[in-house]
């Protein structure tokens, strides 16, 4: 199912708050839209302005798209349209998918390096198994068995270590995939929460969506358990989203955030403080936000450390490789040749 990207939504967004706070009407707003962009693009936007014209709303039109448009850009655009507060609403999602291109160009650029050199490593120890076998033969001596298996050449231990890469590496990405949609149940992110420094960066990237969208939800006037559900969907985690239907649940009964999100047992204690403090105070919407960028702030913190960590490992994976060579080599060429001289 075809999306928007990020980036495309920012820009969207920002050109729908400065043009309708201009005084111009959303049909006509998207109908010079539909003229810019790919072909999915105008053809979704054109669906819109159809919509438009028809005498649908906002959200239902971007409902209609089959997904193109998130679930939190149609609640947010509804609540706006509800609250008449839709240009807020637009400015707010503007910047919001705005400062996700921003935090997912920096994320990928922290771990451009390591990456690099991964993929760096992995070539070259391919390339030594077919090298290191081919001068082997050259020199008439007894190949280097990589997996013990004697009657193997040396193309057969190198096609085994392809193999064995896109298994790893087709099984790692299956494994995060269905870690983060629940295929596997709640163990797999259970576990994961629990790593140092990597539990906390998953923890406080979940929680500053929770937190951002739950301030955006109250600002636009969105009901208590309409905010709650939205928010509990934005973590994108399935970890939180277990728990979403009682919490829910309980704020319909009357219940207030904190004691609900409290005995999930889920939720760090620094993060119901703010839940805590801005109800008792009246400003859930501004605690929220002031929480979601200093979330954001510390997982930005701790994905630069884990590309800091990733490149020391990479070094050291490199280094390994290239120790283990020459000294394989030293003993192949040299050690065994004199040993070899010393029997006659």
């Avoid at 947010?76 to 998918?97: C, D, K, M, N, P």
């Avoid at 991964?118 to 001596?141: P, R, T, Y």
Wanted: hydrophobic content about 50%.
């Amino acid at each position: 199912m075809a999306q928007i990207s990020l980036s495309q939504m920012a820009k969207l967004f920002y050109r729908l708050a400065n043009s309708y706070s201009a005084g111009i009407d959303l049909r006509s707003i998207f109908q010079r839209e539909a003229l810019v962009g790919g072909a999915t693009y105008r053809r979704k936007l054109e669906l819109i302005e159809r919509g438009l014209s028809g005498g649908q709303s906002l959200a239902d039109c971007l409902r209609a798209t089959d997904g193109y448009f998130p679930g939190l850009a149609v609640s947010i655009v509804e609540a706006g349209e509800r609250g008449g507060r839709l240009e807020q609403s637009f400015q707010r999602l503007a910047h919001h998918y705005e400062q996700l291109v921003q935090f997912r160009n920096r994320f990928l650029l922290s771990i451009a390096w390591p990456m690099f050199e991964l993929a760096g490593a992995i070539v070259i120890i391919g390339l030594l198994i077919l090298l290191l076998g081919w001068i082997m033969d050259i020199n008439n001596m007894e190949p280097f068995h990589w997996f013990g298996v004697k009657s193997w050449r040396p193309w057969q231990d190198f096609l085994m270590y392809v193999t064995l890469v896109l298994t790893f590496f087709g099984g790692l990405t299956v494994l995060v995939l269905g870690t983060l949609r629940g295929w596997f149940g709640n163990l797999p992110m259970d576990l994961a929460l629990r790593l140092p420094l990597i539990g906390k960066t998953i923890e406080s990237l979940a929680l500053s969506r929770f937190a951002w969208t739950l301030s955006v939800a109250e600002n636009a006037g969105m009901s208590a358990t309409d905010s709650l559900q939205l928010a509990f969907e934005s973590t994108q985690n399935h970890y939180y989203e277990r728990f979403r239907e009682n919490c829910v649940a309980g704020v319909a009964r009357g219940e207030q955030f904190f004691p609900v999100l409290n005995a999930t047992g889920a939720f760090p204690p620094d993060f119901l403080l703010y839940i805590s403090n801005g109800e008792v105070a009246g400003q859930l919407a501004e605690t929220m936000d002031r929480a979601a960028r200093e979330l954001r702030e510390r997982a930005e913190n701790n994905l630069k450390l884990i590309s800091v960590i990733g490149f020391m490992l990479s070094l050291l994976l490199v280094a390994t490789l290239i120790g283990f060579t020459v000294i394989t080599l030293y003993q192949k060429l040299y050690i065994d040749r004199l040993k070899e001289f010393s029997n006659f």
